[in-house]
C-alpha cells in the first residue's frame, strides 16, 4: 500500500503583505497530481492546514475545496490531524460526518487511542497538543510535559496494537534533536516540549508535522513532510514536496513540488540588480534582496518594486557586527575618530570624503545642540 505524506500547508499564510492563496493552489493541485501518479490508497496531511485559527472567509473555502476535491472527487481517504496554527474546534466541524466519506480528522488527543485501519496497517492520529489537553483527557495532573504525556499516549495506543498490521503514528510535535527554521511559531521554551526519539519506537513509520523543513531530523522511522511552500527566506534553498511512503517495505520516496511562482533570494549590488536590460529572476517571483551597497538608496522599496513587483524585503550584506573587539576603543580619542574606527571595524573600510564630511557637519551639529 502506498501512502502520500505531507504537512504544514498554512493555507492563508502570507509573505511581506502579499496573498499567497494562488500559489497555495497551484502546489495544491501538483500534490493532488503526484496522488493520482502514483496511485497512492490515502493521504496523510500532520496538521497546520490553516494559517490562522480564524482564517477568513476566502481561506476557508480554499481549505474546504481543496478537502472536497481529495476526499469526494478523487476518492482519496485522508488521515488529517489539527497542528498548533488550526483551531481544532472549528476544523472539526463536520468530523462524524466526514468518516463516513473515508474523511479522518483528529483534533483532540484523546481520539488519537482508536486506531483508523486502512488495508494492512493501523494509522493513530494524534494531533498537537498541550500538557493541559493530557491532563484532562487521561485525568492525570502529573502531565506536566509532552515527553510525560506522549508516555501514556504511546502507551495506551500500544495497547490498541493489532501484531497483524503496522503501525503508523501521524503527530504534529517537535521531536528531540530536530532543528527549527524561520516560519515556525517558536512558542515552547526550555526544550519541554521535545519528544525524545526512542518513545516513537514501538511505531514503524511516524509521519510528522510542525517543523517545515523536511530534513529536520534524522531518524530511520521519523520524518517531517516539511511544508508544502517555503515560507521563510531561511527556506530557500530546501526543496519542497511530498513523501510516498510504502507500507510493504516501510520505506520512502521524497517527491518535489516547484512553487510557482519561486520564492528566491538575491544577494547583489542595487546597480546589477535594477539597471540590467534583463531582471536577475522571473519579474513574478517573491524575491528577498540582499544588498552589497553601504549607501542610502532612497525610495528603495518602490525603485525594487518596480522591476521585481513581489519583492519580499531588502537587507544589507554589510550587517554591522557587534564584536567583543568593537566595544575596546579609546576614550581619549575625539569622536571624529571614534566614528573613523567603528566605521571601519563594523562596515570593513574607511569613511570616504562624503561620509566624513556628512558625519563631521552631523557631529559639530550635536555638539552645538549640547
Ligand atoms: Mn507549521
Known amino acids: ?12 499564510k502570507g509573505l511581506a503583505g502579499f ?5 497555495q493552489r497551484r502546489s495544491f493541485e501538483k500534490l493532488r497530481q503526484v496522488a493520482k501518479d502514483k496511485k497512492v490508497d490515502a493521504m496523510i496531511i500532520a496538521g497546520d492546514v490553516y494559517d490562522r ?7 476557508v473555502r480554499v481549505v474546504n475545496g481543496m478537502f472536497k476535491t481529495l476526499n469526494l472527487d478523487d476518492k482519496l481517504p485522508l488521515l488529517v490531524i489539527s497542528g498548533n496554527h488550526d483551531s481544532p474546534a472549528r476544523l472539526a466541524t463536520g468530523r462524524e460526518w466526514f468518516k463516513d466519506t473515508g474523511l479522518h480528522l483528529n483534533t483532540e488527543v484523546g481520539e488519537s487511542l482508536t486506531p483508523v485501519v486502512i488495508g494492512d496497517t493501523q494509522f493513530f492520529l494524534l494531533p ?6 493530557a491532563q484532562h483527557a487521561f485525568d492525570d495532573d502529573s502531565l506536566t510535559t509532552i515527553e510525560a504525556a506522549m508516555r501514556v499516549v504511546v502507551a495506551k495506543m500500544q495497547e490498541r496494537f493489532d501484531p497483524d498490521k503496522h503501525h503508523v503514528l501521524v503527530a504534529h510535535f517537535f521531536a528531540a534533536g530536530s532543528t ?6 517558536k512558542v515552547n521554551v526550555g526544550g519541554l516540549d521535545a519528544v525524545p526519539l526512542d518513545l516513537l519506537d514501538p511505531f514503524d513509520y511516524v509521519a510528522l508535522g510542525h517543523l517545515h523543513n523536511r530534513g529536520a531530523v534524522h531518524a530511520e522511522k521519523v520524518q ?14 530546501q526543496q519542497k514536496g511530498c513523501y510516498i511512503l510504502d507500507t510493504d517495505t516501510m520505506t520512502r520516496e521524497f517527491v518535489p513540488i516547484v512553487q510557482e511562482p519561486e520564492f528566491v533570494h538575491i544577494t547583489d549590488s542595487f546597480a546589477n540588480i535594477t539597471a540590467g536590460s534583463e531582471p536577475l529572476t522571473d519579474a513574478a517571483n517573491y524575491v528577498q534582496f540582499t544588498l552589497t551597497d553601504t549607501a542610502v538608496i532612497p525610495d528603495l522599496m518602490n525603485r525594487l518594486r518596480k522591476v521585481y513587483p513581489h519583492t519580499v524585503g531588502v537587507d544589507r550584506a554589510t550587517h554591522v557586527n557587534i564584536e567583543e573587539s568593537v566595544h575596546e576603543f579609546d576614550e581619549q580619542l575625539d569622536p571624529m575618530k571614534l566614528l573613523n574606527q567603528f566605521y571601519g571595524d563594523t562596515i570593513g573600510r574607511d569613511m570616504d570624503a562624503d561620509e566624513q564630511a556628512w558625519a563631521q557637519k552631523t557631529l559639530t551639529a550635536v555638539v ?3
Open 53 to 59: 485559527a480564524l482564517a477568513n472567509a476566502a481561506t
Open 1 to 12: 500500500m502506498r501512502i502520500l505524506h505531507t504537512a504544514d500547508w498554512h493555507i492563508g
Open 19 to 23: 496573498d499567497l492563496l494562488d500559489v
Open 180 to 185: 527549527h527554521s524561520g516560519s515556525e511559531t
Open 224 to 237: 517531517y513532510a516539511g511544508s508544502l511552500l517555503k515560507y521563510d527566506v531561511s527556506e530557500v534553498n
Open 128 to 133: 498537537y497538543f498541550d500538557p493541559i489537553d
Open 368 to 370: 552645538k545642540e549640547d
